[in-house]
């Protein structure tokens, strides 16, 4: 799968001397992460060599993984079932603007309590949901395992050698671990998480073989899914200038967090970036519901 990179043209990058690509990974669904594609794609190969025929995963109400899992997976001739964090959702999922997405593409629910969600890794809680629903394929949170990451090895190609660094969103680190396996010893991968949490250096240095990276801590807003109207300008203002949409979860962070780094003189002249567009853009409707019951300003569609 080729995916464009797109200059970022703007007087700002001419100003400082640095050079910012964006990959277009989003342009290659309309729902679906593009990340979320790369991991999922040898994990489908491998559960209907296996001859499952049904793939069970996990994640929150406005998930990309979810919504990804459940498009890819009806593309794909599988049968997708998701357990969600939070039972109050039994009631009025239908509101979820994810969740509705996801089910209109043939996915099923179980909704559980957050206690309950904290087990989703414990192999006994694995068997319980085995004997509930048959001999399910079963994928991880965020859809990271060793196949998502070999998916994620594909990102980069040839052509991006000449970049200096390369920059990723964060969440469970499989994306990132790929982009570090494939990445040429001369450049340098940066992280931006998208949550707090000190054990995601441990996760990203057990998924990868190498230590060309680095996590840029900075750029969280308070944690997941937690955003301001700072952030907010900032998207809105990028999609004007730019024509390209950020999401308020993963890529809007990095790029802002990119831009303020540059401000800091992070980077030096004539530096080369390519950052990640991993997707997430399903991902606006939902945040603009929260925005709106707060009475903030909404991101632009
Ligand atoms: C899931 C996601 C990420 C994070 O990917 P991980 O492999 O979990 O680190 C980044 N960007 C977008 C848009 C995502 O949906």
């Known amino acids: 799968m080729l995916v464009p990179n797109q ?140 196949l998502a990451i070999k998916g994620c090895e594909e990102i980069l190609t040839e052509e991006d050698n000449r970049f200096d660094f390369i920059c990723s969103a964060v969440g469970t680190g499989g994306t990132i671990a790929g982009l570090i396996n494939s990445a040429q010893p001369h450049q340098k991968v940066l992280g931006f998480p998208a949550l707090k949490g000190d054990f995601l250096n441990a996760d990203i240095q057990k998924l990868s073989d190498s230590r060309n990276w680095e996590l840029i801590q900075d750029y969280q807003f308070g944690g997941y899914a937690k955003i301001n109207t700072e952030l907010v300008d900032f998207i809105n203002n990028f999609k004007k200038k ?9 890529t809007g962070k990095m790029v802002f967090g990119i831009f303020d780094l540059i401000k800091k003189g992070f980077f030096k002249s004539s530096t080369q970036i390519l950052a990640i567009h991993t997707g997430g853009l399903q991902g606006i409707k939902g945040m603009n519901e929260v925005l709106k019951r707060k009475n903030l300003p909404l991101l632009d569609l």
């Not at 730019?242 to 993963?250: F, H, N, Q, S």
Request: proline share 5%; hydrophobic share 30%.
């Open 7 to 146: 200059k970022v043209d703007l007087p700002f990058f001419k100003e400082r001397g640095v050079t910012l690509y964006l990959k277009r990974e989003d342009t290659i669904h309309p729902h679906i992460s593009g990340n979320k594609y790369r991991k999922l794609k040898y994990n489908f190969v491998e559960a209907k060599q296996r001859r499952q025929d049904t793939l069970l995963t996990f994640g929150g109400a406005f998930s990309n993984h979810i919504a990804a899992t459940a498009f890819a997976g009806q593309e794909a001739g599988l049968k997708t079932i998701g357990v969600i964090r939070g039972e109050e959702l039994e009631e009025g999922w239908q509101k979820n603007p994810t969740l509705k997405l996801a089910s209109e593409h043939g996915m099923k629910f179980y909704f559980i309590s957050r206690s309950e969600y904290r087990q989703k890794g414990n192999p006994e809680y694995q068997n319980q949901l085995r004997s509930r629903f048959g001999n399910v394929y079963l994928l991880p949170e965020g859809g990271t395992n060793d």
């Open 242 to 250: 730019t024509g390209i949409p950020l999401d308020p979860v993963y």
